[in-house]
């Protein structure tokens, strides 16, 4: 994983990575040997692919993300978040079968 020009090592971002490396291979784009990698980009907003793209993967910790700095859990929850959609995994609302476990009441629906 490498994080290249994110000041945000102070609010938990170590830790998180410290957490996920277990499951994903740890190295940096200038020293590593891996072909696969996680690379952390102060993009536009927070987001990622899902799932394995091949290569550098770029997740974003970016503008937009600003406002979950006031609470660490937050914050580390964001980066969690995106680690969990490179490793594959969707929102709950978007999966094929949701509409076999979800009832939406319309009554209680505002237009």
Do not use: K
Request: include cysteine.
């Amino acid at each position: 994983m490498h994080a290249p020009s994110l000041d945000i090592q102070p609010w938990g971002f170590q830790e998180i990575l410290d957490i996920f490396t277990v499951l994903i291979p740890a190295g940096n784009e200038e020293n590593s040997d891996l072909s696969d990698y996680l690379q952390f980009i102060r993009g536009s907003g927070c987001w990622s692919n899902i799932g394995h793209v091949g290569g550098r993967q770029q997740i974003s910790i970016g503008y937009g993300c600003e406002a979950a700095s006031i609470s660490f859990h937050l914050f580390v929850g964001i980066i969690a978040h995106e680690i969990l959609h490179a490793l594959g995994l969707w929102h709950e609302q978007s999966r094929p079968d949701r509409d076999q476990y979800i009832t939406i009441n319309y009554n209680n629906v505002f237009p």
